[in-house]
């Protein structure tokens, strides 16, 4: 068989296996239905649809040999003693060194070993690059089919935080040239607000001169000297009224981005906001009132006294807990959260909803997530050097402040709080929470057919949709009445209590003595009023859960979840290989109410503004997919390659070897007795007649 028969053979029975792999790894999300935004109840396209991507983790030179190391330095220092020893002229002491390196096997082994190594760091190079393009693949993917109109990285975009900025430099290039090719970050006037505002006073004071420049009065010049007091963005637009967002990366800090509380420091802020953006920031989008659906005139929605607004907030959590290294900048992240809580609509509002971009996990209770809670500490106490989760305090000012979960029902709105969400990363398997908190003297209800042993903690769901509600009132009972949080402190996360020494354990035993009747009843009333006088927690358990009710840690009580204030928490799992390249789908719309259903009511019951049901309210759903294993993507391009490799080799020597191999005419075997006769007939005959002339 010919050479090129054979390889264009071999591309042949490649072509379908290509095919079918190519088409289902660029069409993925056709086949995997949670790949896709959920959309409302009158089957429209919500109008916000956040992409979320959690934890790319781009490797660099830290994972890589060298730039110009020997392939073997123990070969090479063995050559080189040799050639001394013969430059010298001392040719028995150079046959004695390659002579014992070789006898003693110690230089032949470490050599390869270093020669593996060598191959396995271009191995990795290799898989580097092949990894850009696999997590560049999902996003682009992803953009193309589900439209998105806003695309998130939820933290540690880079692999490490302790790169040198030449490295750091070529990872962001990386970042942007690759994963994220056609897409910018978001502009510094929309994440601080100043370019606007200042352009503005400067057309408005300033006097403009024929080449465009502005000249100021003297008193201006004084006043542009002092620097602009600090200001947290806080921009506002019409929601969807900019195309530009979906080709724009909202990027969270993550600590490989920029450390943990112990290892933050100005310089590390500084190079990831002037790549990647700001690490605190908020924008709110008002709902775009032109978009709502009219079927019908009883059915027509009706449009409420405050437009309604989604707020996203962009949460540096790396530093609030403490110790911390640089205090600033932990400052930074509560006068933020200030911030927040100071702008934003009355807790009763339900035309407002907030969403919450982070990277760290709230608290949990250990079992409830992959991770649980872990804190180290860098030698001396110095700061946080790792963490898996935020601690309960840090939650509980999240939870309190910016949503206003409270678990005191006479606080506004009860205690329920301001809609909202939460998306974060950190924990790369992912998981699923809802946060909740008891309220005293909430009075415990549960079916009787339904038992404490029948309400149980359900598995990690994989498509998930709910409506989510939370509230913003604040954490302490001083910052009910001042709207401020207050900024972590030392003192207020105490080390853990140290062991008990020998002497208290045995006098702890001794006194656990025998008591009286009477010591016993006091002892029990105290215990009861001790439960009775303990704070609320915070608790969680995996969403959606198994049942509508759920179980108190502290009081044992069977409670309905819809009876206390609750929040939604969401961490992505990560689109890196090893976790199968996950994304998330969050839409958001506003349900109005018909002006059939509020007809009926009265316009004004003497509730605050927003906080009747004819305000409609906001609902959020998700959905989220993964591709599968970056071993995958290297399979159908490699099978691709092989096969376009074997077509085109195939037909070029077909092409250059082909009409050479026609000119060797083969004569059947069928036809070969045939052709004989034939010519023994002509020799035959010709015989004959030569006879006849003689």
Known sequence: MQFSRLLLTLALLLAPVALLGTTWLYLYPFFDRRCSFPTPPDASIAPFRLLALGDPQLEGDTSLPKPGALISPSLNFAVGNVSSALRAGNYTQGWEILRDGVREERLVQ??????????????????????????????????????????????????????????????????????????????????????????????EDGVVKEDGETEQSEEQDQTSTEEPEKKWGGTREVLGADPRWKDRVINIAGNHDIGYAGDIDESRVERFERAFGKVNWDIVFTYPLNQTNTTSQEDSPKLPRTVPELRL??????????????????????????????TAR?????THTTLLLTHIPFHKEPGICVDSPLFTYFEGGSGVKEQNMLSDYASRVILEGIFGLNSNPAADGQGFGRHGIVLNGHDHAGCDVLH????????????????????????????????????????TESALTNNTIPTASDDQHPPPSPPE???????????????????????????????DNKEPIFQSLRYPPSTPYTTSSQTNNCIPLESVPRMREITLRSMMGDYAGYAGFLSAWYEFPSSSSSSSSSPDNGQEDGENDEEGQWHFAFN???LGTQHWWWAVHVVDLICVVFAVVGAVLHALFGSEEKKKVRVPSSSRGTVEKKVKGKQNGKKWLKEKGK
């Open 110 to 203: 470490k050599s390869a070993l270093e020669g593996v190594k060598w191959i396995w760091g271009k191995r990795k190079w290799i898989d580097l690059w092949g990894n850009d393009w696999y997590l560049g693949h999902i996003v682009r993917t992803l953009r193309w089919w589900t439209e998105p109109s806003h695309v998130a990285v939820l933290g540690d975009l880079l692999g490490s935080q302790w790169i040198k900025d030449e490295e750091f430099e070529r990872r962001q290039r990386r970042y942007w040239d690759v994963v994220m090719k056609g897409m910018e970050k978001v502009p510094n006037h929309i994440m601080t607000g100043y370019e606007d505002k200042m352009e503005e006073e400067i057309q």
């Open 624 to 626: 989220t997919c993964g």
């Open 501 to 531: 020494t020998e002497t208290e354990t045995e006098t702890a035993s001794s006194d656990n003595q025998p008591h009286s009747d009477e010591q016993e009843k006091e002892q029990e009333e105290e215990e009861e009023e001790e439960e």
């Open 436 to 475: 909740w908190i008891e309220q005293p003297g909430a009075t415990p209800a549960c079916p009787h057919d339904v038992t404490l042993d029948q309400i149980t903690i359900p598995q990690f769901p994989a498509a998930l949709d709910i409506e989510v509600l939370a509230s913003s009132s604040n954490d």
């Open 313 to 342: 907030v962009v949460l540096n959590s790396m530093n609030l807990d403490t110790p911390v290294w640089t205090p600033s900048l932990q400052e930074d992240s509560y006068d933020f959260m200030n911030h927040v809580v100071a």
């Open 346 to 350: 009355p807790v009763t509002s339900k």
